[in-house]
């Protein structure tokens, strides 16, 4: 078997932070797909690692557990790839038919223009509306503020002159495809899905950013800003949205990085003490975002050709033997023997009347929401509500303040007239 980890390993430098695999672990298995793109290149895509991650895989004859980079040569070696991640949405560009290819462009060079990079640098609200004439069925699935796939899908259009959206109709019209993409690209595989209690899990992503400190990462982090980014924050020229800059670790020391020797000791430590805080949230935050990716687009996936998904409990690594490894290999086992495991793989429930990109749009909070569920959320979250209350408030307010001149006008009558009869008293009593 051989190892293909996910993206940001794909990156020379930063070794601690992306927690990439020890020399010793690679020497155990075969490792690919690791320290291969300059950090500076900031134009290498998911499509870029489909590309390269299927260059070979015209006569499949073994089980694929997970799929990754060199797969049709190690296929030819007889060997099994086995994609570790990580990040989900590339598993999911090479397990199915979900990517468009637009004009092949050579990596390795920061001379190569990025059309879709260019039109980020554009007005959101612009870019939208200049998709929604040439494209509006895909204008109408995502937000204005979603500038990366409204860019996407504009450079899709700009360099083939077909529409986003007709690609992914001709995607989902083809044997096996279904509303989330086109056909399975491999007829034999599992995902094996490695999962464990929230607290549990919480509080070992914190032990890992721990440990990473202790191994050095500071002193990686100024390495690397000192050599790729410290030039680029002088000319104000630095983004966090692309290639390895945009990866969890790094954009989030910024502050500390950047003023570290021009401010007093107490304000760096607390810089610091920020930085650390900030990317254990937001690890926290990714593994729980993941977890969902595989409930939403591998569990609840509608269409009869989806691979089965097996869990593994991890809670309790003194029970890895187990709960794990044995499991583990027993599954795998079978798949190359081509029988089914004794194990029952994860089943969950499939809405396939729910569009996950219809378009709401909430006039109260002055917001575009794309998706059932998330409509179905958003009506029901503390803010929405609470602006629903003051908007009723308002409305009964507004009821109240009409009805009280005409109140105002009777009584003021009422008392006119009152006055006018008490004048006629005294007048009469004065000529008495």
């Avoid at 509080?203 to 410290?230: I, P, S, T, W």
């Avoid at 795998?332 to 081509?338: A, W």
Wanted: a neutral charge; proline letters at 4%.
């Amino acid at each position: 078997m051989q190892m293909l980890p996910f993206w940001r390993l794909v990156y020379e430098g930063l070794d601690i932070i992306t927690n990439k695999v020890t020399a010793q672990e690679q020497r155990m298995c075969q490792h690919h797909m690791i320290s291969f793109v300059d950090p500076l290149v900031t134009n290498y895509t998911v499509v870029d690692f489909r590309n390269k991650a299927t260059d070979a895989l015209l006569d499949i004859k073994y089980c694929d557990v997970f799929l990754n980079i060199h797969i049709e040569d190690i296929f030819a070696r007889d060997k099994i790839p086995i994609v570790v991640g990580g990040t989900n949405y590339y598993i999911e560009s090479l397990l199915w038919k979900v990517l468009v290819n637009t004009k092949p462009q050579e990596m390795g060079t920061e001379k190569v223009i990025d059309r879709k990079v260019e039109l980020e640098k554009e007005d959101g609200h612009a870019l939208h509306k200049r998709l929604s004439q040439v494209d509006p069925e895909m204008a109408a699935k995502l937000h204005p503020h979603d500038k990366r796939k409204v860019a996407r899908s504009l450079q899709v259009f700009e360099e083939t002159g077909i529409s986003h959206s007709e690609f992914l109709h001709r995607q989902h019209a083809e044997e096996g495809g279904g509303p989330l993409g086109g056909p399975l690209k491999f007829p034999n595989l599992c995902i094996l899905w490695l999962h464990a209690d929230q607290t549990v899990l919480d509080e070992r992503l914190d032990k890992r950013v721990d440990d990473m400190l202790a191994a050095g990462l500071l002193d990686e982090l100024r390495d690397f800003h000192r050599r790729y980014n410290q030039k680029k924050v002088a000319e104000n020229s630095q983004d966090y949205q692309h290639g390895i800059f945009q990866s969890i670790g790094f954009k989030e020391f910024h502050e500390y990085l950047v003023t570290e020797g021009k401010c007093t000791p107490e304000t760096s430590n607390q810089l610091l003490k920020k930085g650390i805080e900030s990317l254990k949230q937001v690890t926290k935050r990714y593994a729980r975002k993941q977890n969902r990716w595989v409930k939403n687009r591998f569990l609840s996936r509608p269409g009869p050709r989806v691979p089965p998904v097996y869990g593994l409990e991890v809670s309790d690594v003194s029970k890895w033997e187990e709960c794990v490894l044995e499991p583990a290999l027993e599954i795998v086992q079978s798949f190359i023997q081509g029988h089914q495991p004794a194990a029952a793989p994860v089943k969950m429930p499939c809405n396939e009347t729910e569009n996950r990109r219809s378009h709401h749009m909430c006039d109260l909070c002055d917001r575009i929401i794309i998706g059932d569920r998330e409509w179905a959320a958003h009506i029901k979250s503390k803010s929405h509500l609470h602006r629903l209350k003051k908007r009723r408030r308002l409305d009964s307010d507004a009821v109240t303040t009409i009805e009280s001149p005409s109140i105002s006008s009777d009584h003021e009558k009422e008392l006119k007239e009152k006055g006018s009869l008490g004048q006629n008293e005294k007048e009469l009593e004065s000529s008495v």
